[in-house]
């Protein structure tokens, strides 16, 4: 699996795109990307790609040829629902804490509760049914206390650890906030859930469970 947050790579915007992620069954965008950059990713690589949206995501952006974009073409926008793809189900929250009035995907704790709140028949009855924990949330923002920011537009969000403890995701993919020590921590396991940070992009081996 291919995760890619925050930052367009020119290793992946590139011709050999292909060459360089042959094998990669699915990709995950945890938003704050252009979409003709995602886009591009899907068209190419030509497998699912499941998306949330970032703080700084635009409503609209507009193409080259002038066309209105919501979102990118072809690929699945999951927030707030419960999507299976590849045998794997990947639940999405977009946005990242509110730090300022106005900005489409922004919240404030509560309302990210809500959120989370209103995602749980969804997730019980999934459990219910197949018998198993979901496999990954797939988040802009990092939950509250791991990997997040000491300044208040990277804190990220306490209704994630409730998830966590509640749901036992096996994955918590994130981004937001960004990496420039190599030395800084990308990776916590928290109670059942491997929390990763993957700005700008990760590659993501996932095992049969
Ligand atoms: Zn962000």
Not at 29 to 56: A, F, K, Q, R, W
């Amino acid at each position: 699996m291919l995760a890619v947050t925050d930052k367009v790579i020119e290793l992946i915007y590139s011709p050999s795109l292909v060459e360089n992620f042959r094998g990669v069954d699915m990709v995950l965008s945890c938003g704050d990307l252009p979409y003709y950059y995602l886009e591009y990713i899907v068209t190419m690589l030509n497998v699912p790609l499941l998306y949330v949206h970032g703080n700084h995501d635009p409503p609209i952006e507009y193409s080259s040829s002038g066309r209105q974009l919501t979102g990118p073409a072809g690929c699945i926008n999951v927030h707030g629902r419960l999507v299976r793809e590849k045998e794997l189900s990947v639940v999405g929250l977009q946005g990242s804490i509110r730090y300022k009035p106005e900005g489409k995907y922004q919240y404030t704790d509560s309302e990210m509760w809500g959120q989370v709140l209103k995602m749980t028949p969804a997730l019980l009855l999934n459990r219910l049914f197949t018998g198993r924990r979901m496999d990954i949330l797939l988040a802009h923002s990092p939950p509250y206390g791991i990997h997040n920011g000491r300044d208040w537009t990277h804190v990220g969000f306490k209704s994630f650890l409730w998830l966590m403890r509640r749901f036992k995701p096996r994955y918590l993919i994130h981004g937001h906030r960004h990496v420039y020590n190599p030395l800084e921590t990308t990776q916590t396991q928290y109670e059942q859930t491997m929390v990763i940070n993957v700005y700008p992009y990760k590659i993501l081996e996932i095992p049969d469970e």
